[in-house]
């Protein structure tokens, strides 16, 4: 069973940058893909990006293009995501979610991440 632990969360200003971390834990980043999703009050939960096994990185959100950044350390099994020039609309619940399966690339289906975080608040106004 694997586990996830976002941090890094908080309050932001408008244009502001912020980084989240995601901890894993009972399976390796080096072999399996890790995504970052958000959730804003009232709003569905919004695929963002992800990085596969071998590094590869997908980008899901076209809204968010340009301004995100994901990276990971596999000794540390830690998987990072950096949002630059932040706007109030991006403030949401930021979660981190991992495919356990043997895909080599980031899946399209969000049904393939089976492990989640419980999620880090972000909050962008001034």
């Known amino acids: 069973q694997a586990q996830l632990v976002e941090s890094g969360g908080g309050s932001v200003q408008p244009g502001g940058s912020l980084t989240l971390s995601c901890v894993v834990s009972?399976?390796?980043?080096?072999?399996?893909?890790v995504g970052w999703f958000r959730q804003a009050p009232g709003k569905e939960r919004e695929k963002i990006i992800c990085?596969?096994?071998?590094?590869?990185?997908?980008r899901y959100a076209d809204s968010m293009k340009g301004r995100v950044t994901i990276s990971k350390e596999n000794a540390k099994n830690v998987v990072s995501l950096t949002i630059d020039s932040l706007k109030p609309e991006d403030t949401a619940v930021y979660y981190c979610?991992?495919?356990?399966?043997?895909?080599?690339?980031?899946?399209?289906?969000?049904?393939?991440?089976?492990?989640w975080g419980h999620g880090s608040q972000v909050t962008v106004s001034s």
């Open positions: 990085i596969g096994p071998t590094g590869d990185i997908t």
């Open positions: 009972g399976i390796t980043v080096d072999y399996h893909a």
């Open positions: 979610a991992a495919d356990p399966g043997s895909n080599l690339y980031c899946p399209s289906s969000e049904q393939h991440f089976i492990f």
